[in-house]
């Protein structure tokens, strides 16, 4: 075999693969760092560490740390938003009972890794653009809510929107304090939000 041939195809595995198994595997191990002790310890060095990867490879996909932080928040927001949309749409029903699913299936989400919401919502630690991808994020969410009132709400489209921004605002800051106390049931505390978000949104 030519060494082009074992460059592009090594083990079985291309080259496009094996880099995209690396990248991916950064991304986890930062994840992994950021969610457990904070976004301020992940470093190349030790992201490199963690994924079992020559150091040399982490530039191969990133810039810089920035950039892998960036990449491991974005990876959550996605993830995040697939579970509202996805339960949203599979819950059936009226408005109030594909909020209530989505809701219940984005607090099971956080529930099993709450490290997805430290990574969505706290430690900014300087990270340029971090605070642009969380407000990013809030503003999809937002956008969820606004797509499943539709013209259901008596309230003009903007004003739709900022209420929608107001009660996702509100239902994150629930959320993180429920993540620490436990002190309702994520079925319960996602009737509450649903409740709250209905009250301010429906009129």
Same mark, same amino acid.
């Given at each position: 075999?030519?060494?082009?041939?074992?460059?592009?195809?090594?083990?079985?595995?291309?080259?496009?693969?094996?880099?995209?198994?690396?990248?991916?595997?950064?991304?986890?191990?930062?994840?992994?760092?950021?969610?457990?002790?904070?976004?301020?310890?992940?470093?190349?060095?030790?992201?490199?560490?963690?994924?079992?990867?020559?150091?040399?490879?982490?530039?191969?996909?990133?810039?810089?740390?920035?950039?892998? @932080?960036?990449? *491991?928040?974005?990876? #959550?927001?996605?993830? /995040? +938003? $697939?579970?509202? %949309?996805? =339960?949203?749409?599979? !819950?059936?029903?009226?408005?109030?009972?594909?909020?209530?699913?989505?809701?219940?299936?984005?607090?099971?989400?956080?529930?099993?890794?709450?490290?997805?919401?430290?990574?969505?919502?706290?430690?900014?630690?300087?990270?340029?653009?971090?605070?642009?991808?969380?407000?990013?994020?809030?503003?999809?969410?937002?956008?969820?809510?606004?797509?499943?009132?539709?013209?259901?709400?008596?309230?003009?489209?903007?004003?739709?929107?900022?209420?929608?921004?107001?009660? @996702?605002?509100? *239902?994150?800051?629930? #959320?993180?304090?429920? /993540? +620490? $106390?436990?002190? %309702?049931? =994520?079925?319960?505390? !996602?009737?509450?939000?649903?409740?709250?978000?209905?009250?301010?949104?429906?009129?």
């Amino acid at each position: 075999m030519s060494r082009e041939g074992v460059v592009r195809d090594y083990g079985g595995v291309s080259a496009d693969d094996r880099r995209s198994d690396r990248r991916q595997r950064l991304i986890a191990a930062a994840r992994t760092i950021w969610g457990d002790t904070g976004v301020a310890e992940v470093t190349v060095r030790g992201t490199a560490r963690e994924a079992g990867l020559a150091y040399r490879y982490f530039y191969e996909h990133f810039a810089n740390r920035d950039a892998l @932080v960036i990449a *491991v928040a974005e990876q #959550v927001r996605d993830e /995040l +938003v $697939e579970v509202l %949309v996805s =339960a949203s749409a599979s !819950a059936g029903g009226g408005i109030e009972q594909q909020l209530r699913a989505a809701l219940r299936a984005f607090l099971a989400a956080v529930s099993d890794d709450p490290r997805m919401f430290r990574i969505m919502t706290s430690d900014d630690a300087g990270v340029a653009g971090l605070d642009q991808r969380r407000r990013e994020t809030l503003d999809l969410v937002a956008e969820v809510v606004v797509a499943t009132l539709g013209a259901q709400s008596e309230l003009a489209e903007a004003d739709l929107r900022r209420t929608a921004r107001f009660a @996702v605002g509100g *239902v994150y800051r629930l #959320v993180e304090t429920w /993540l +620490v $106390e436990h002190d %309702v049931g =994520a079925d319960e505390l !996602a009737d509450v939000c649903t409740r709250l978000a209905m009250s301010v949104t429906m009129r």
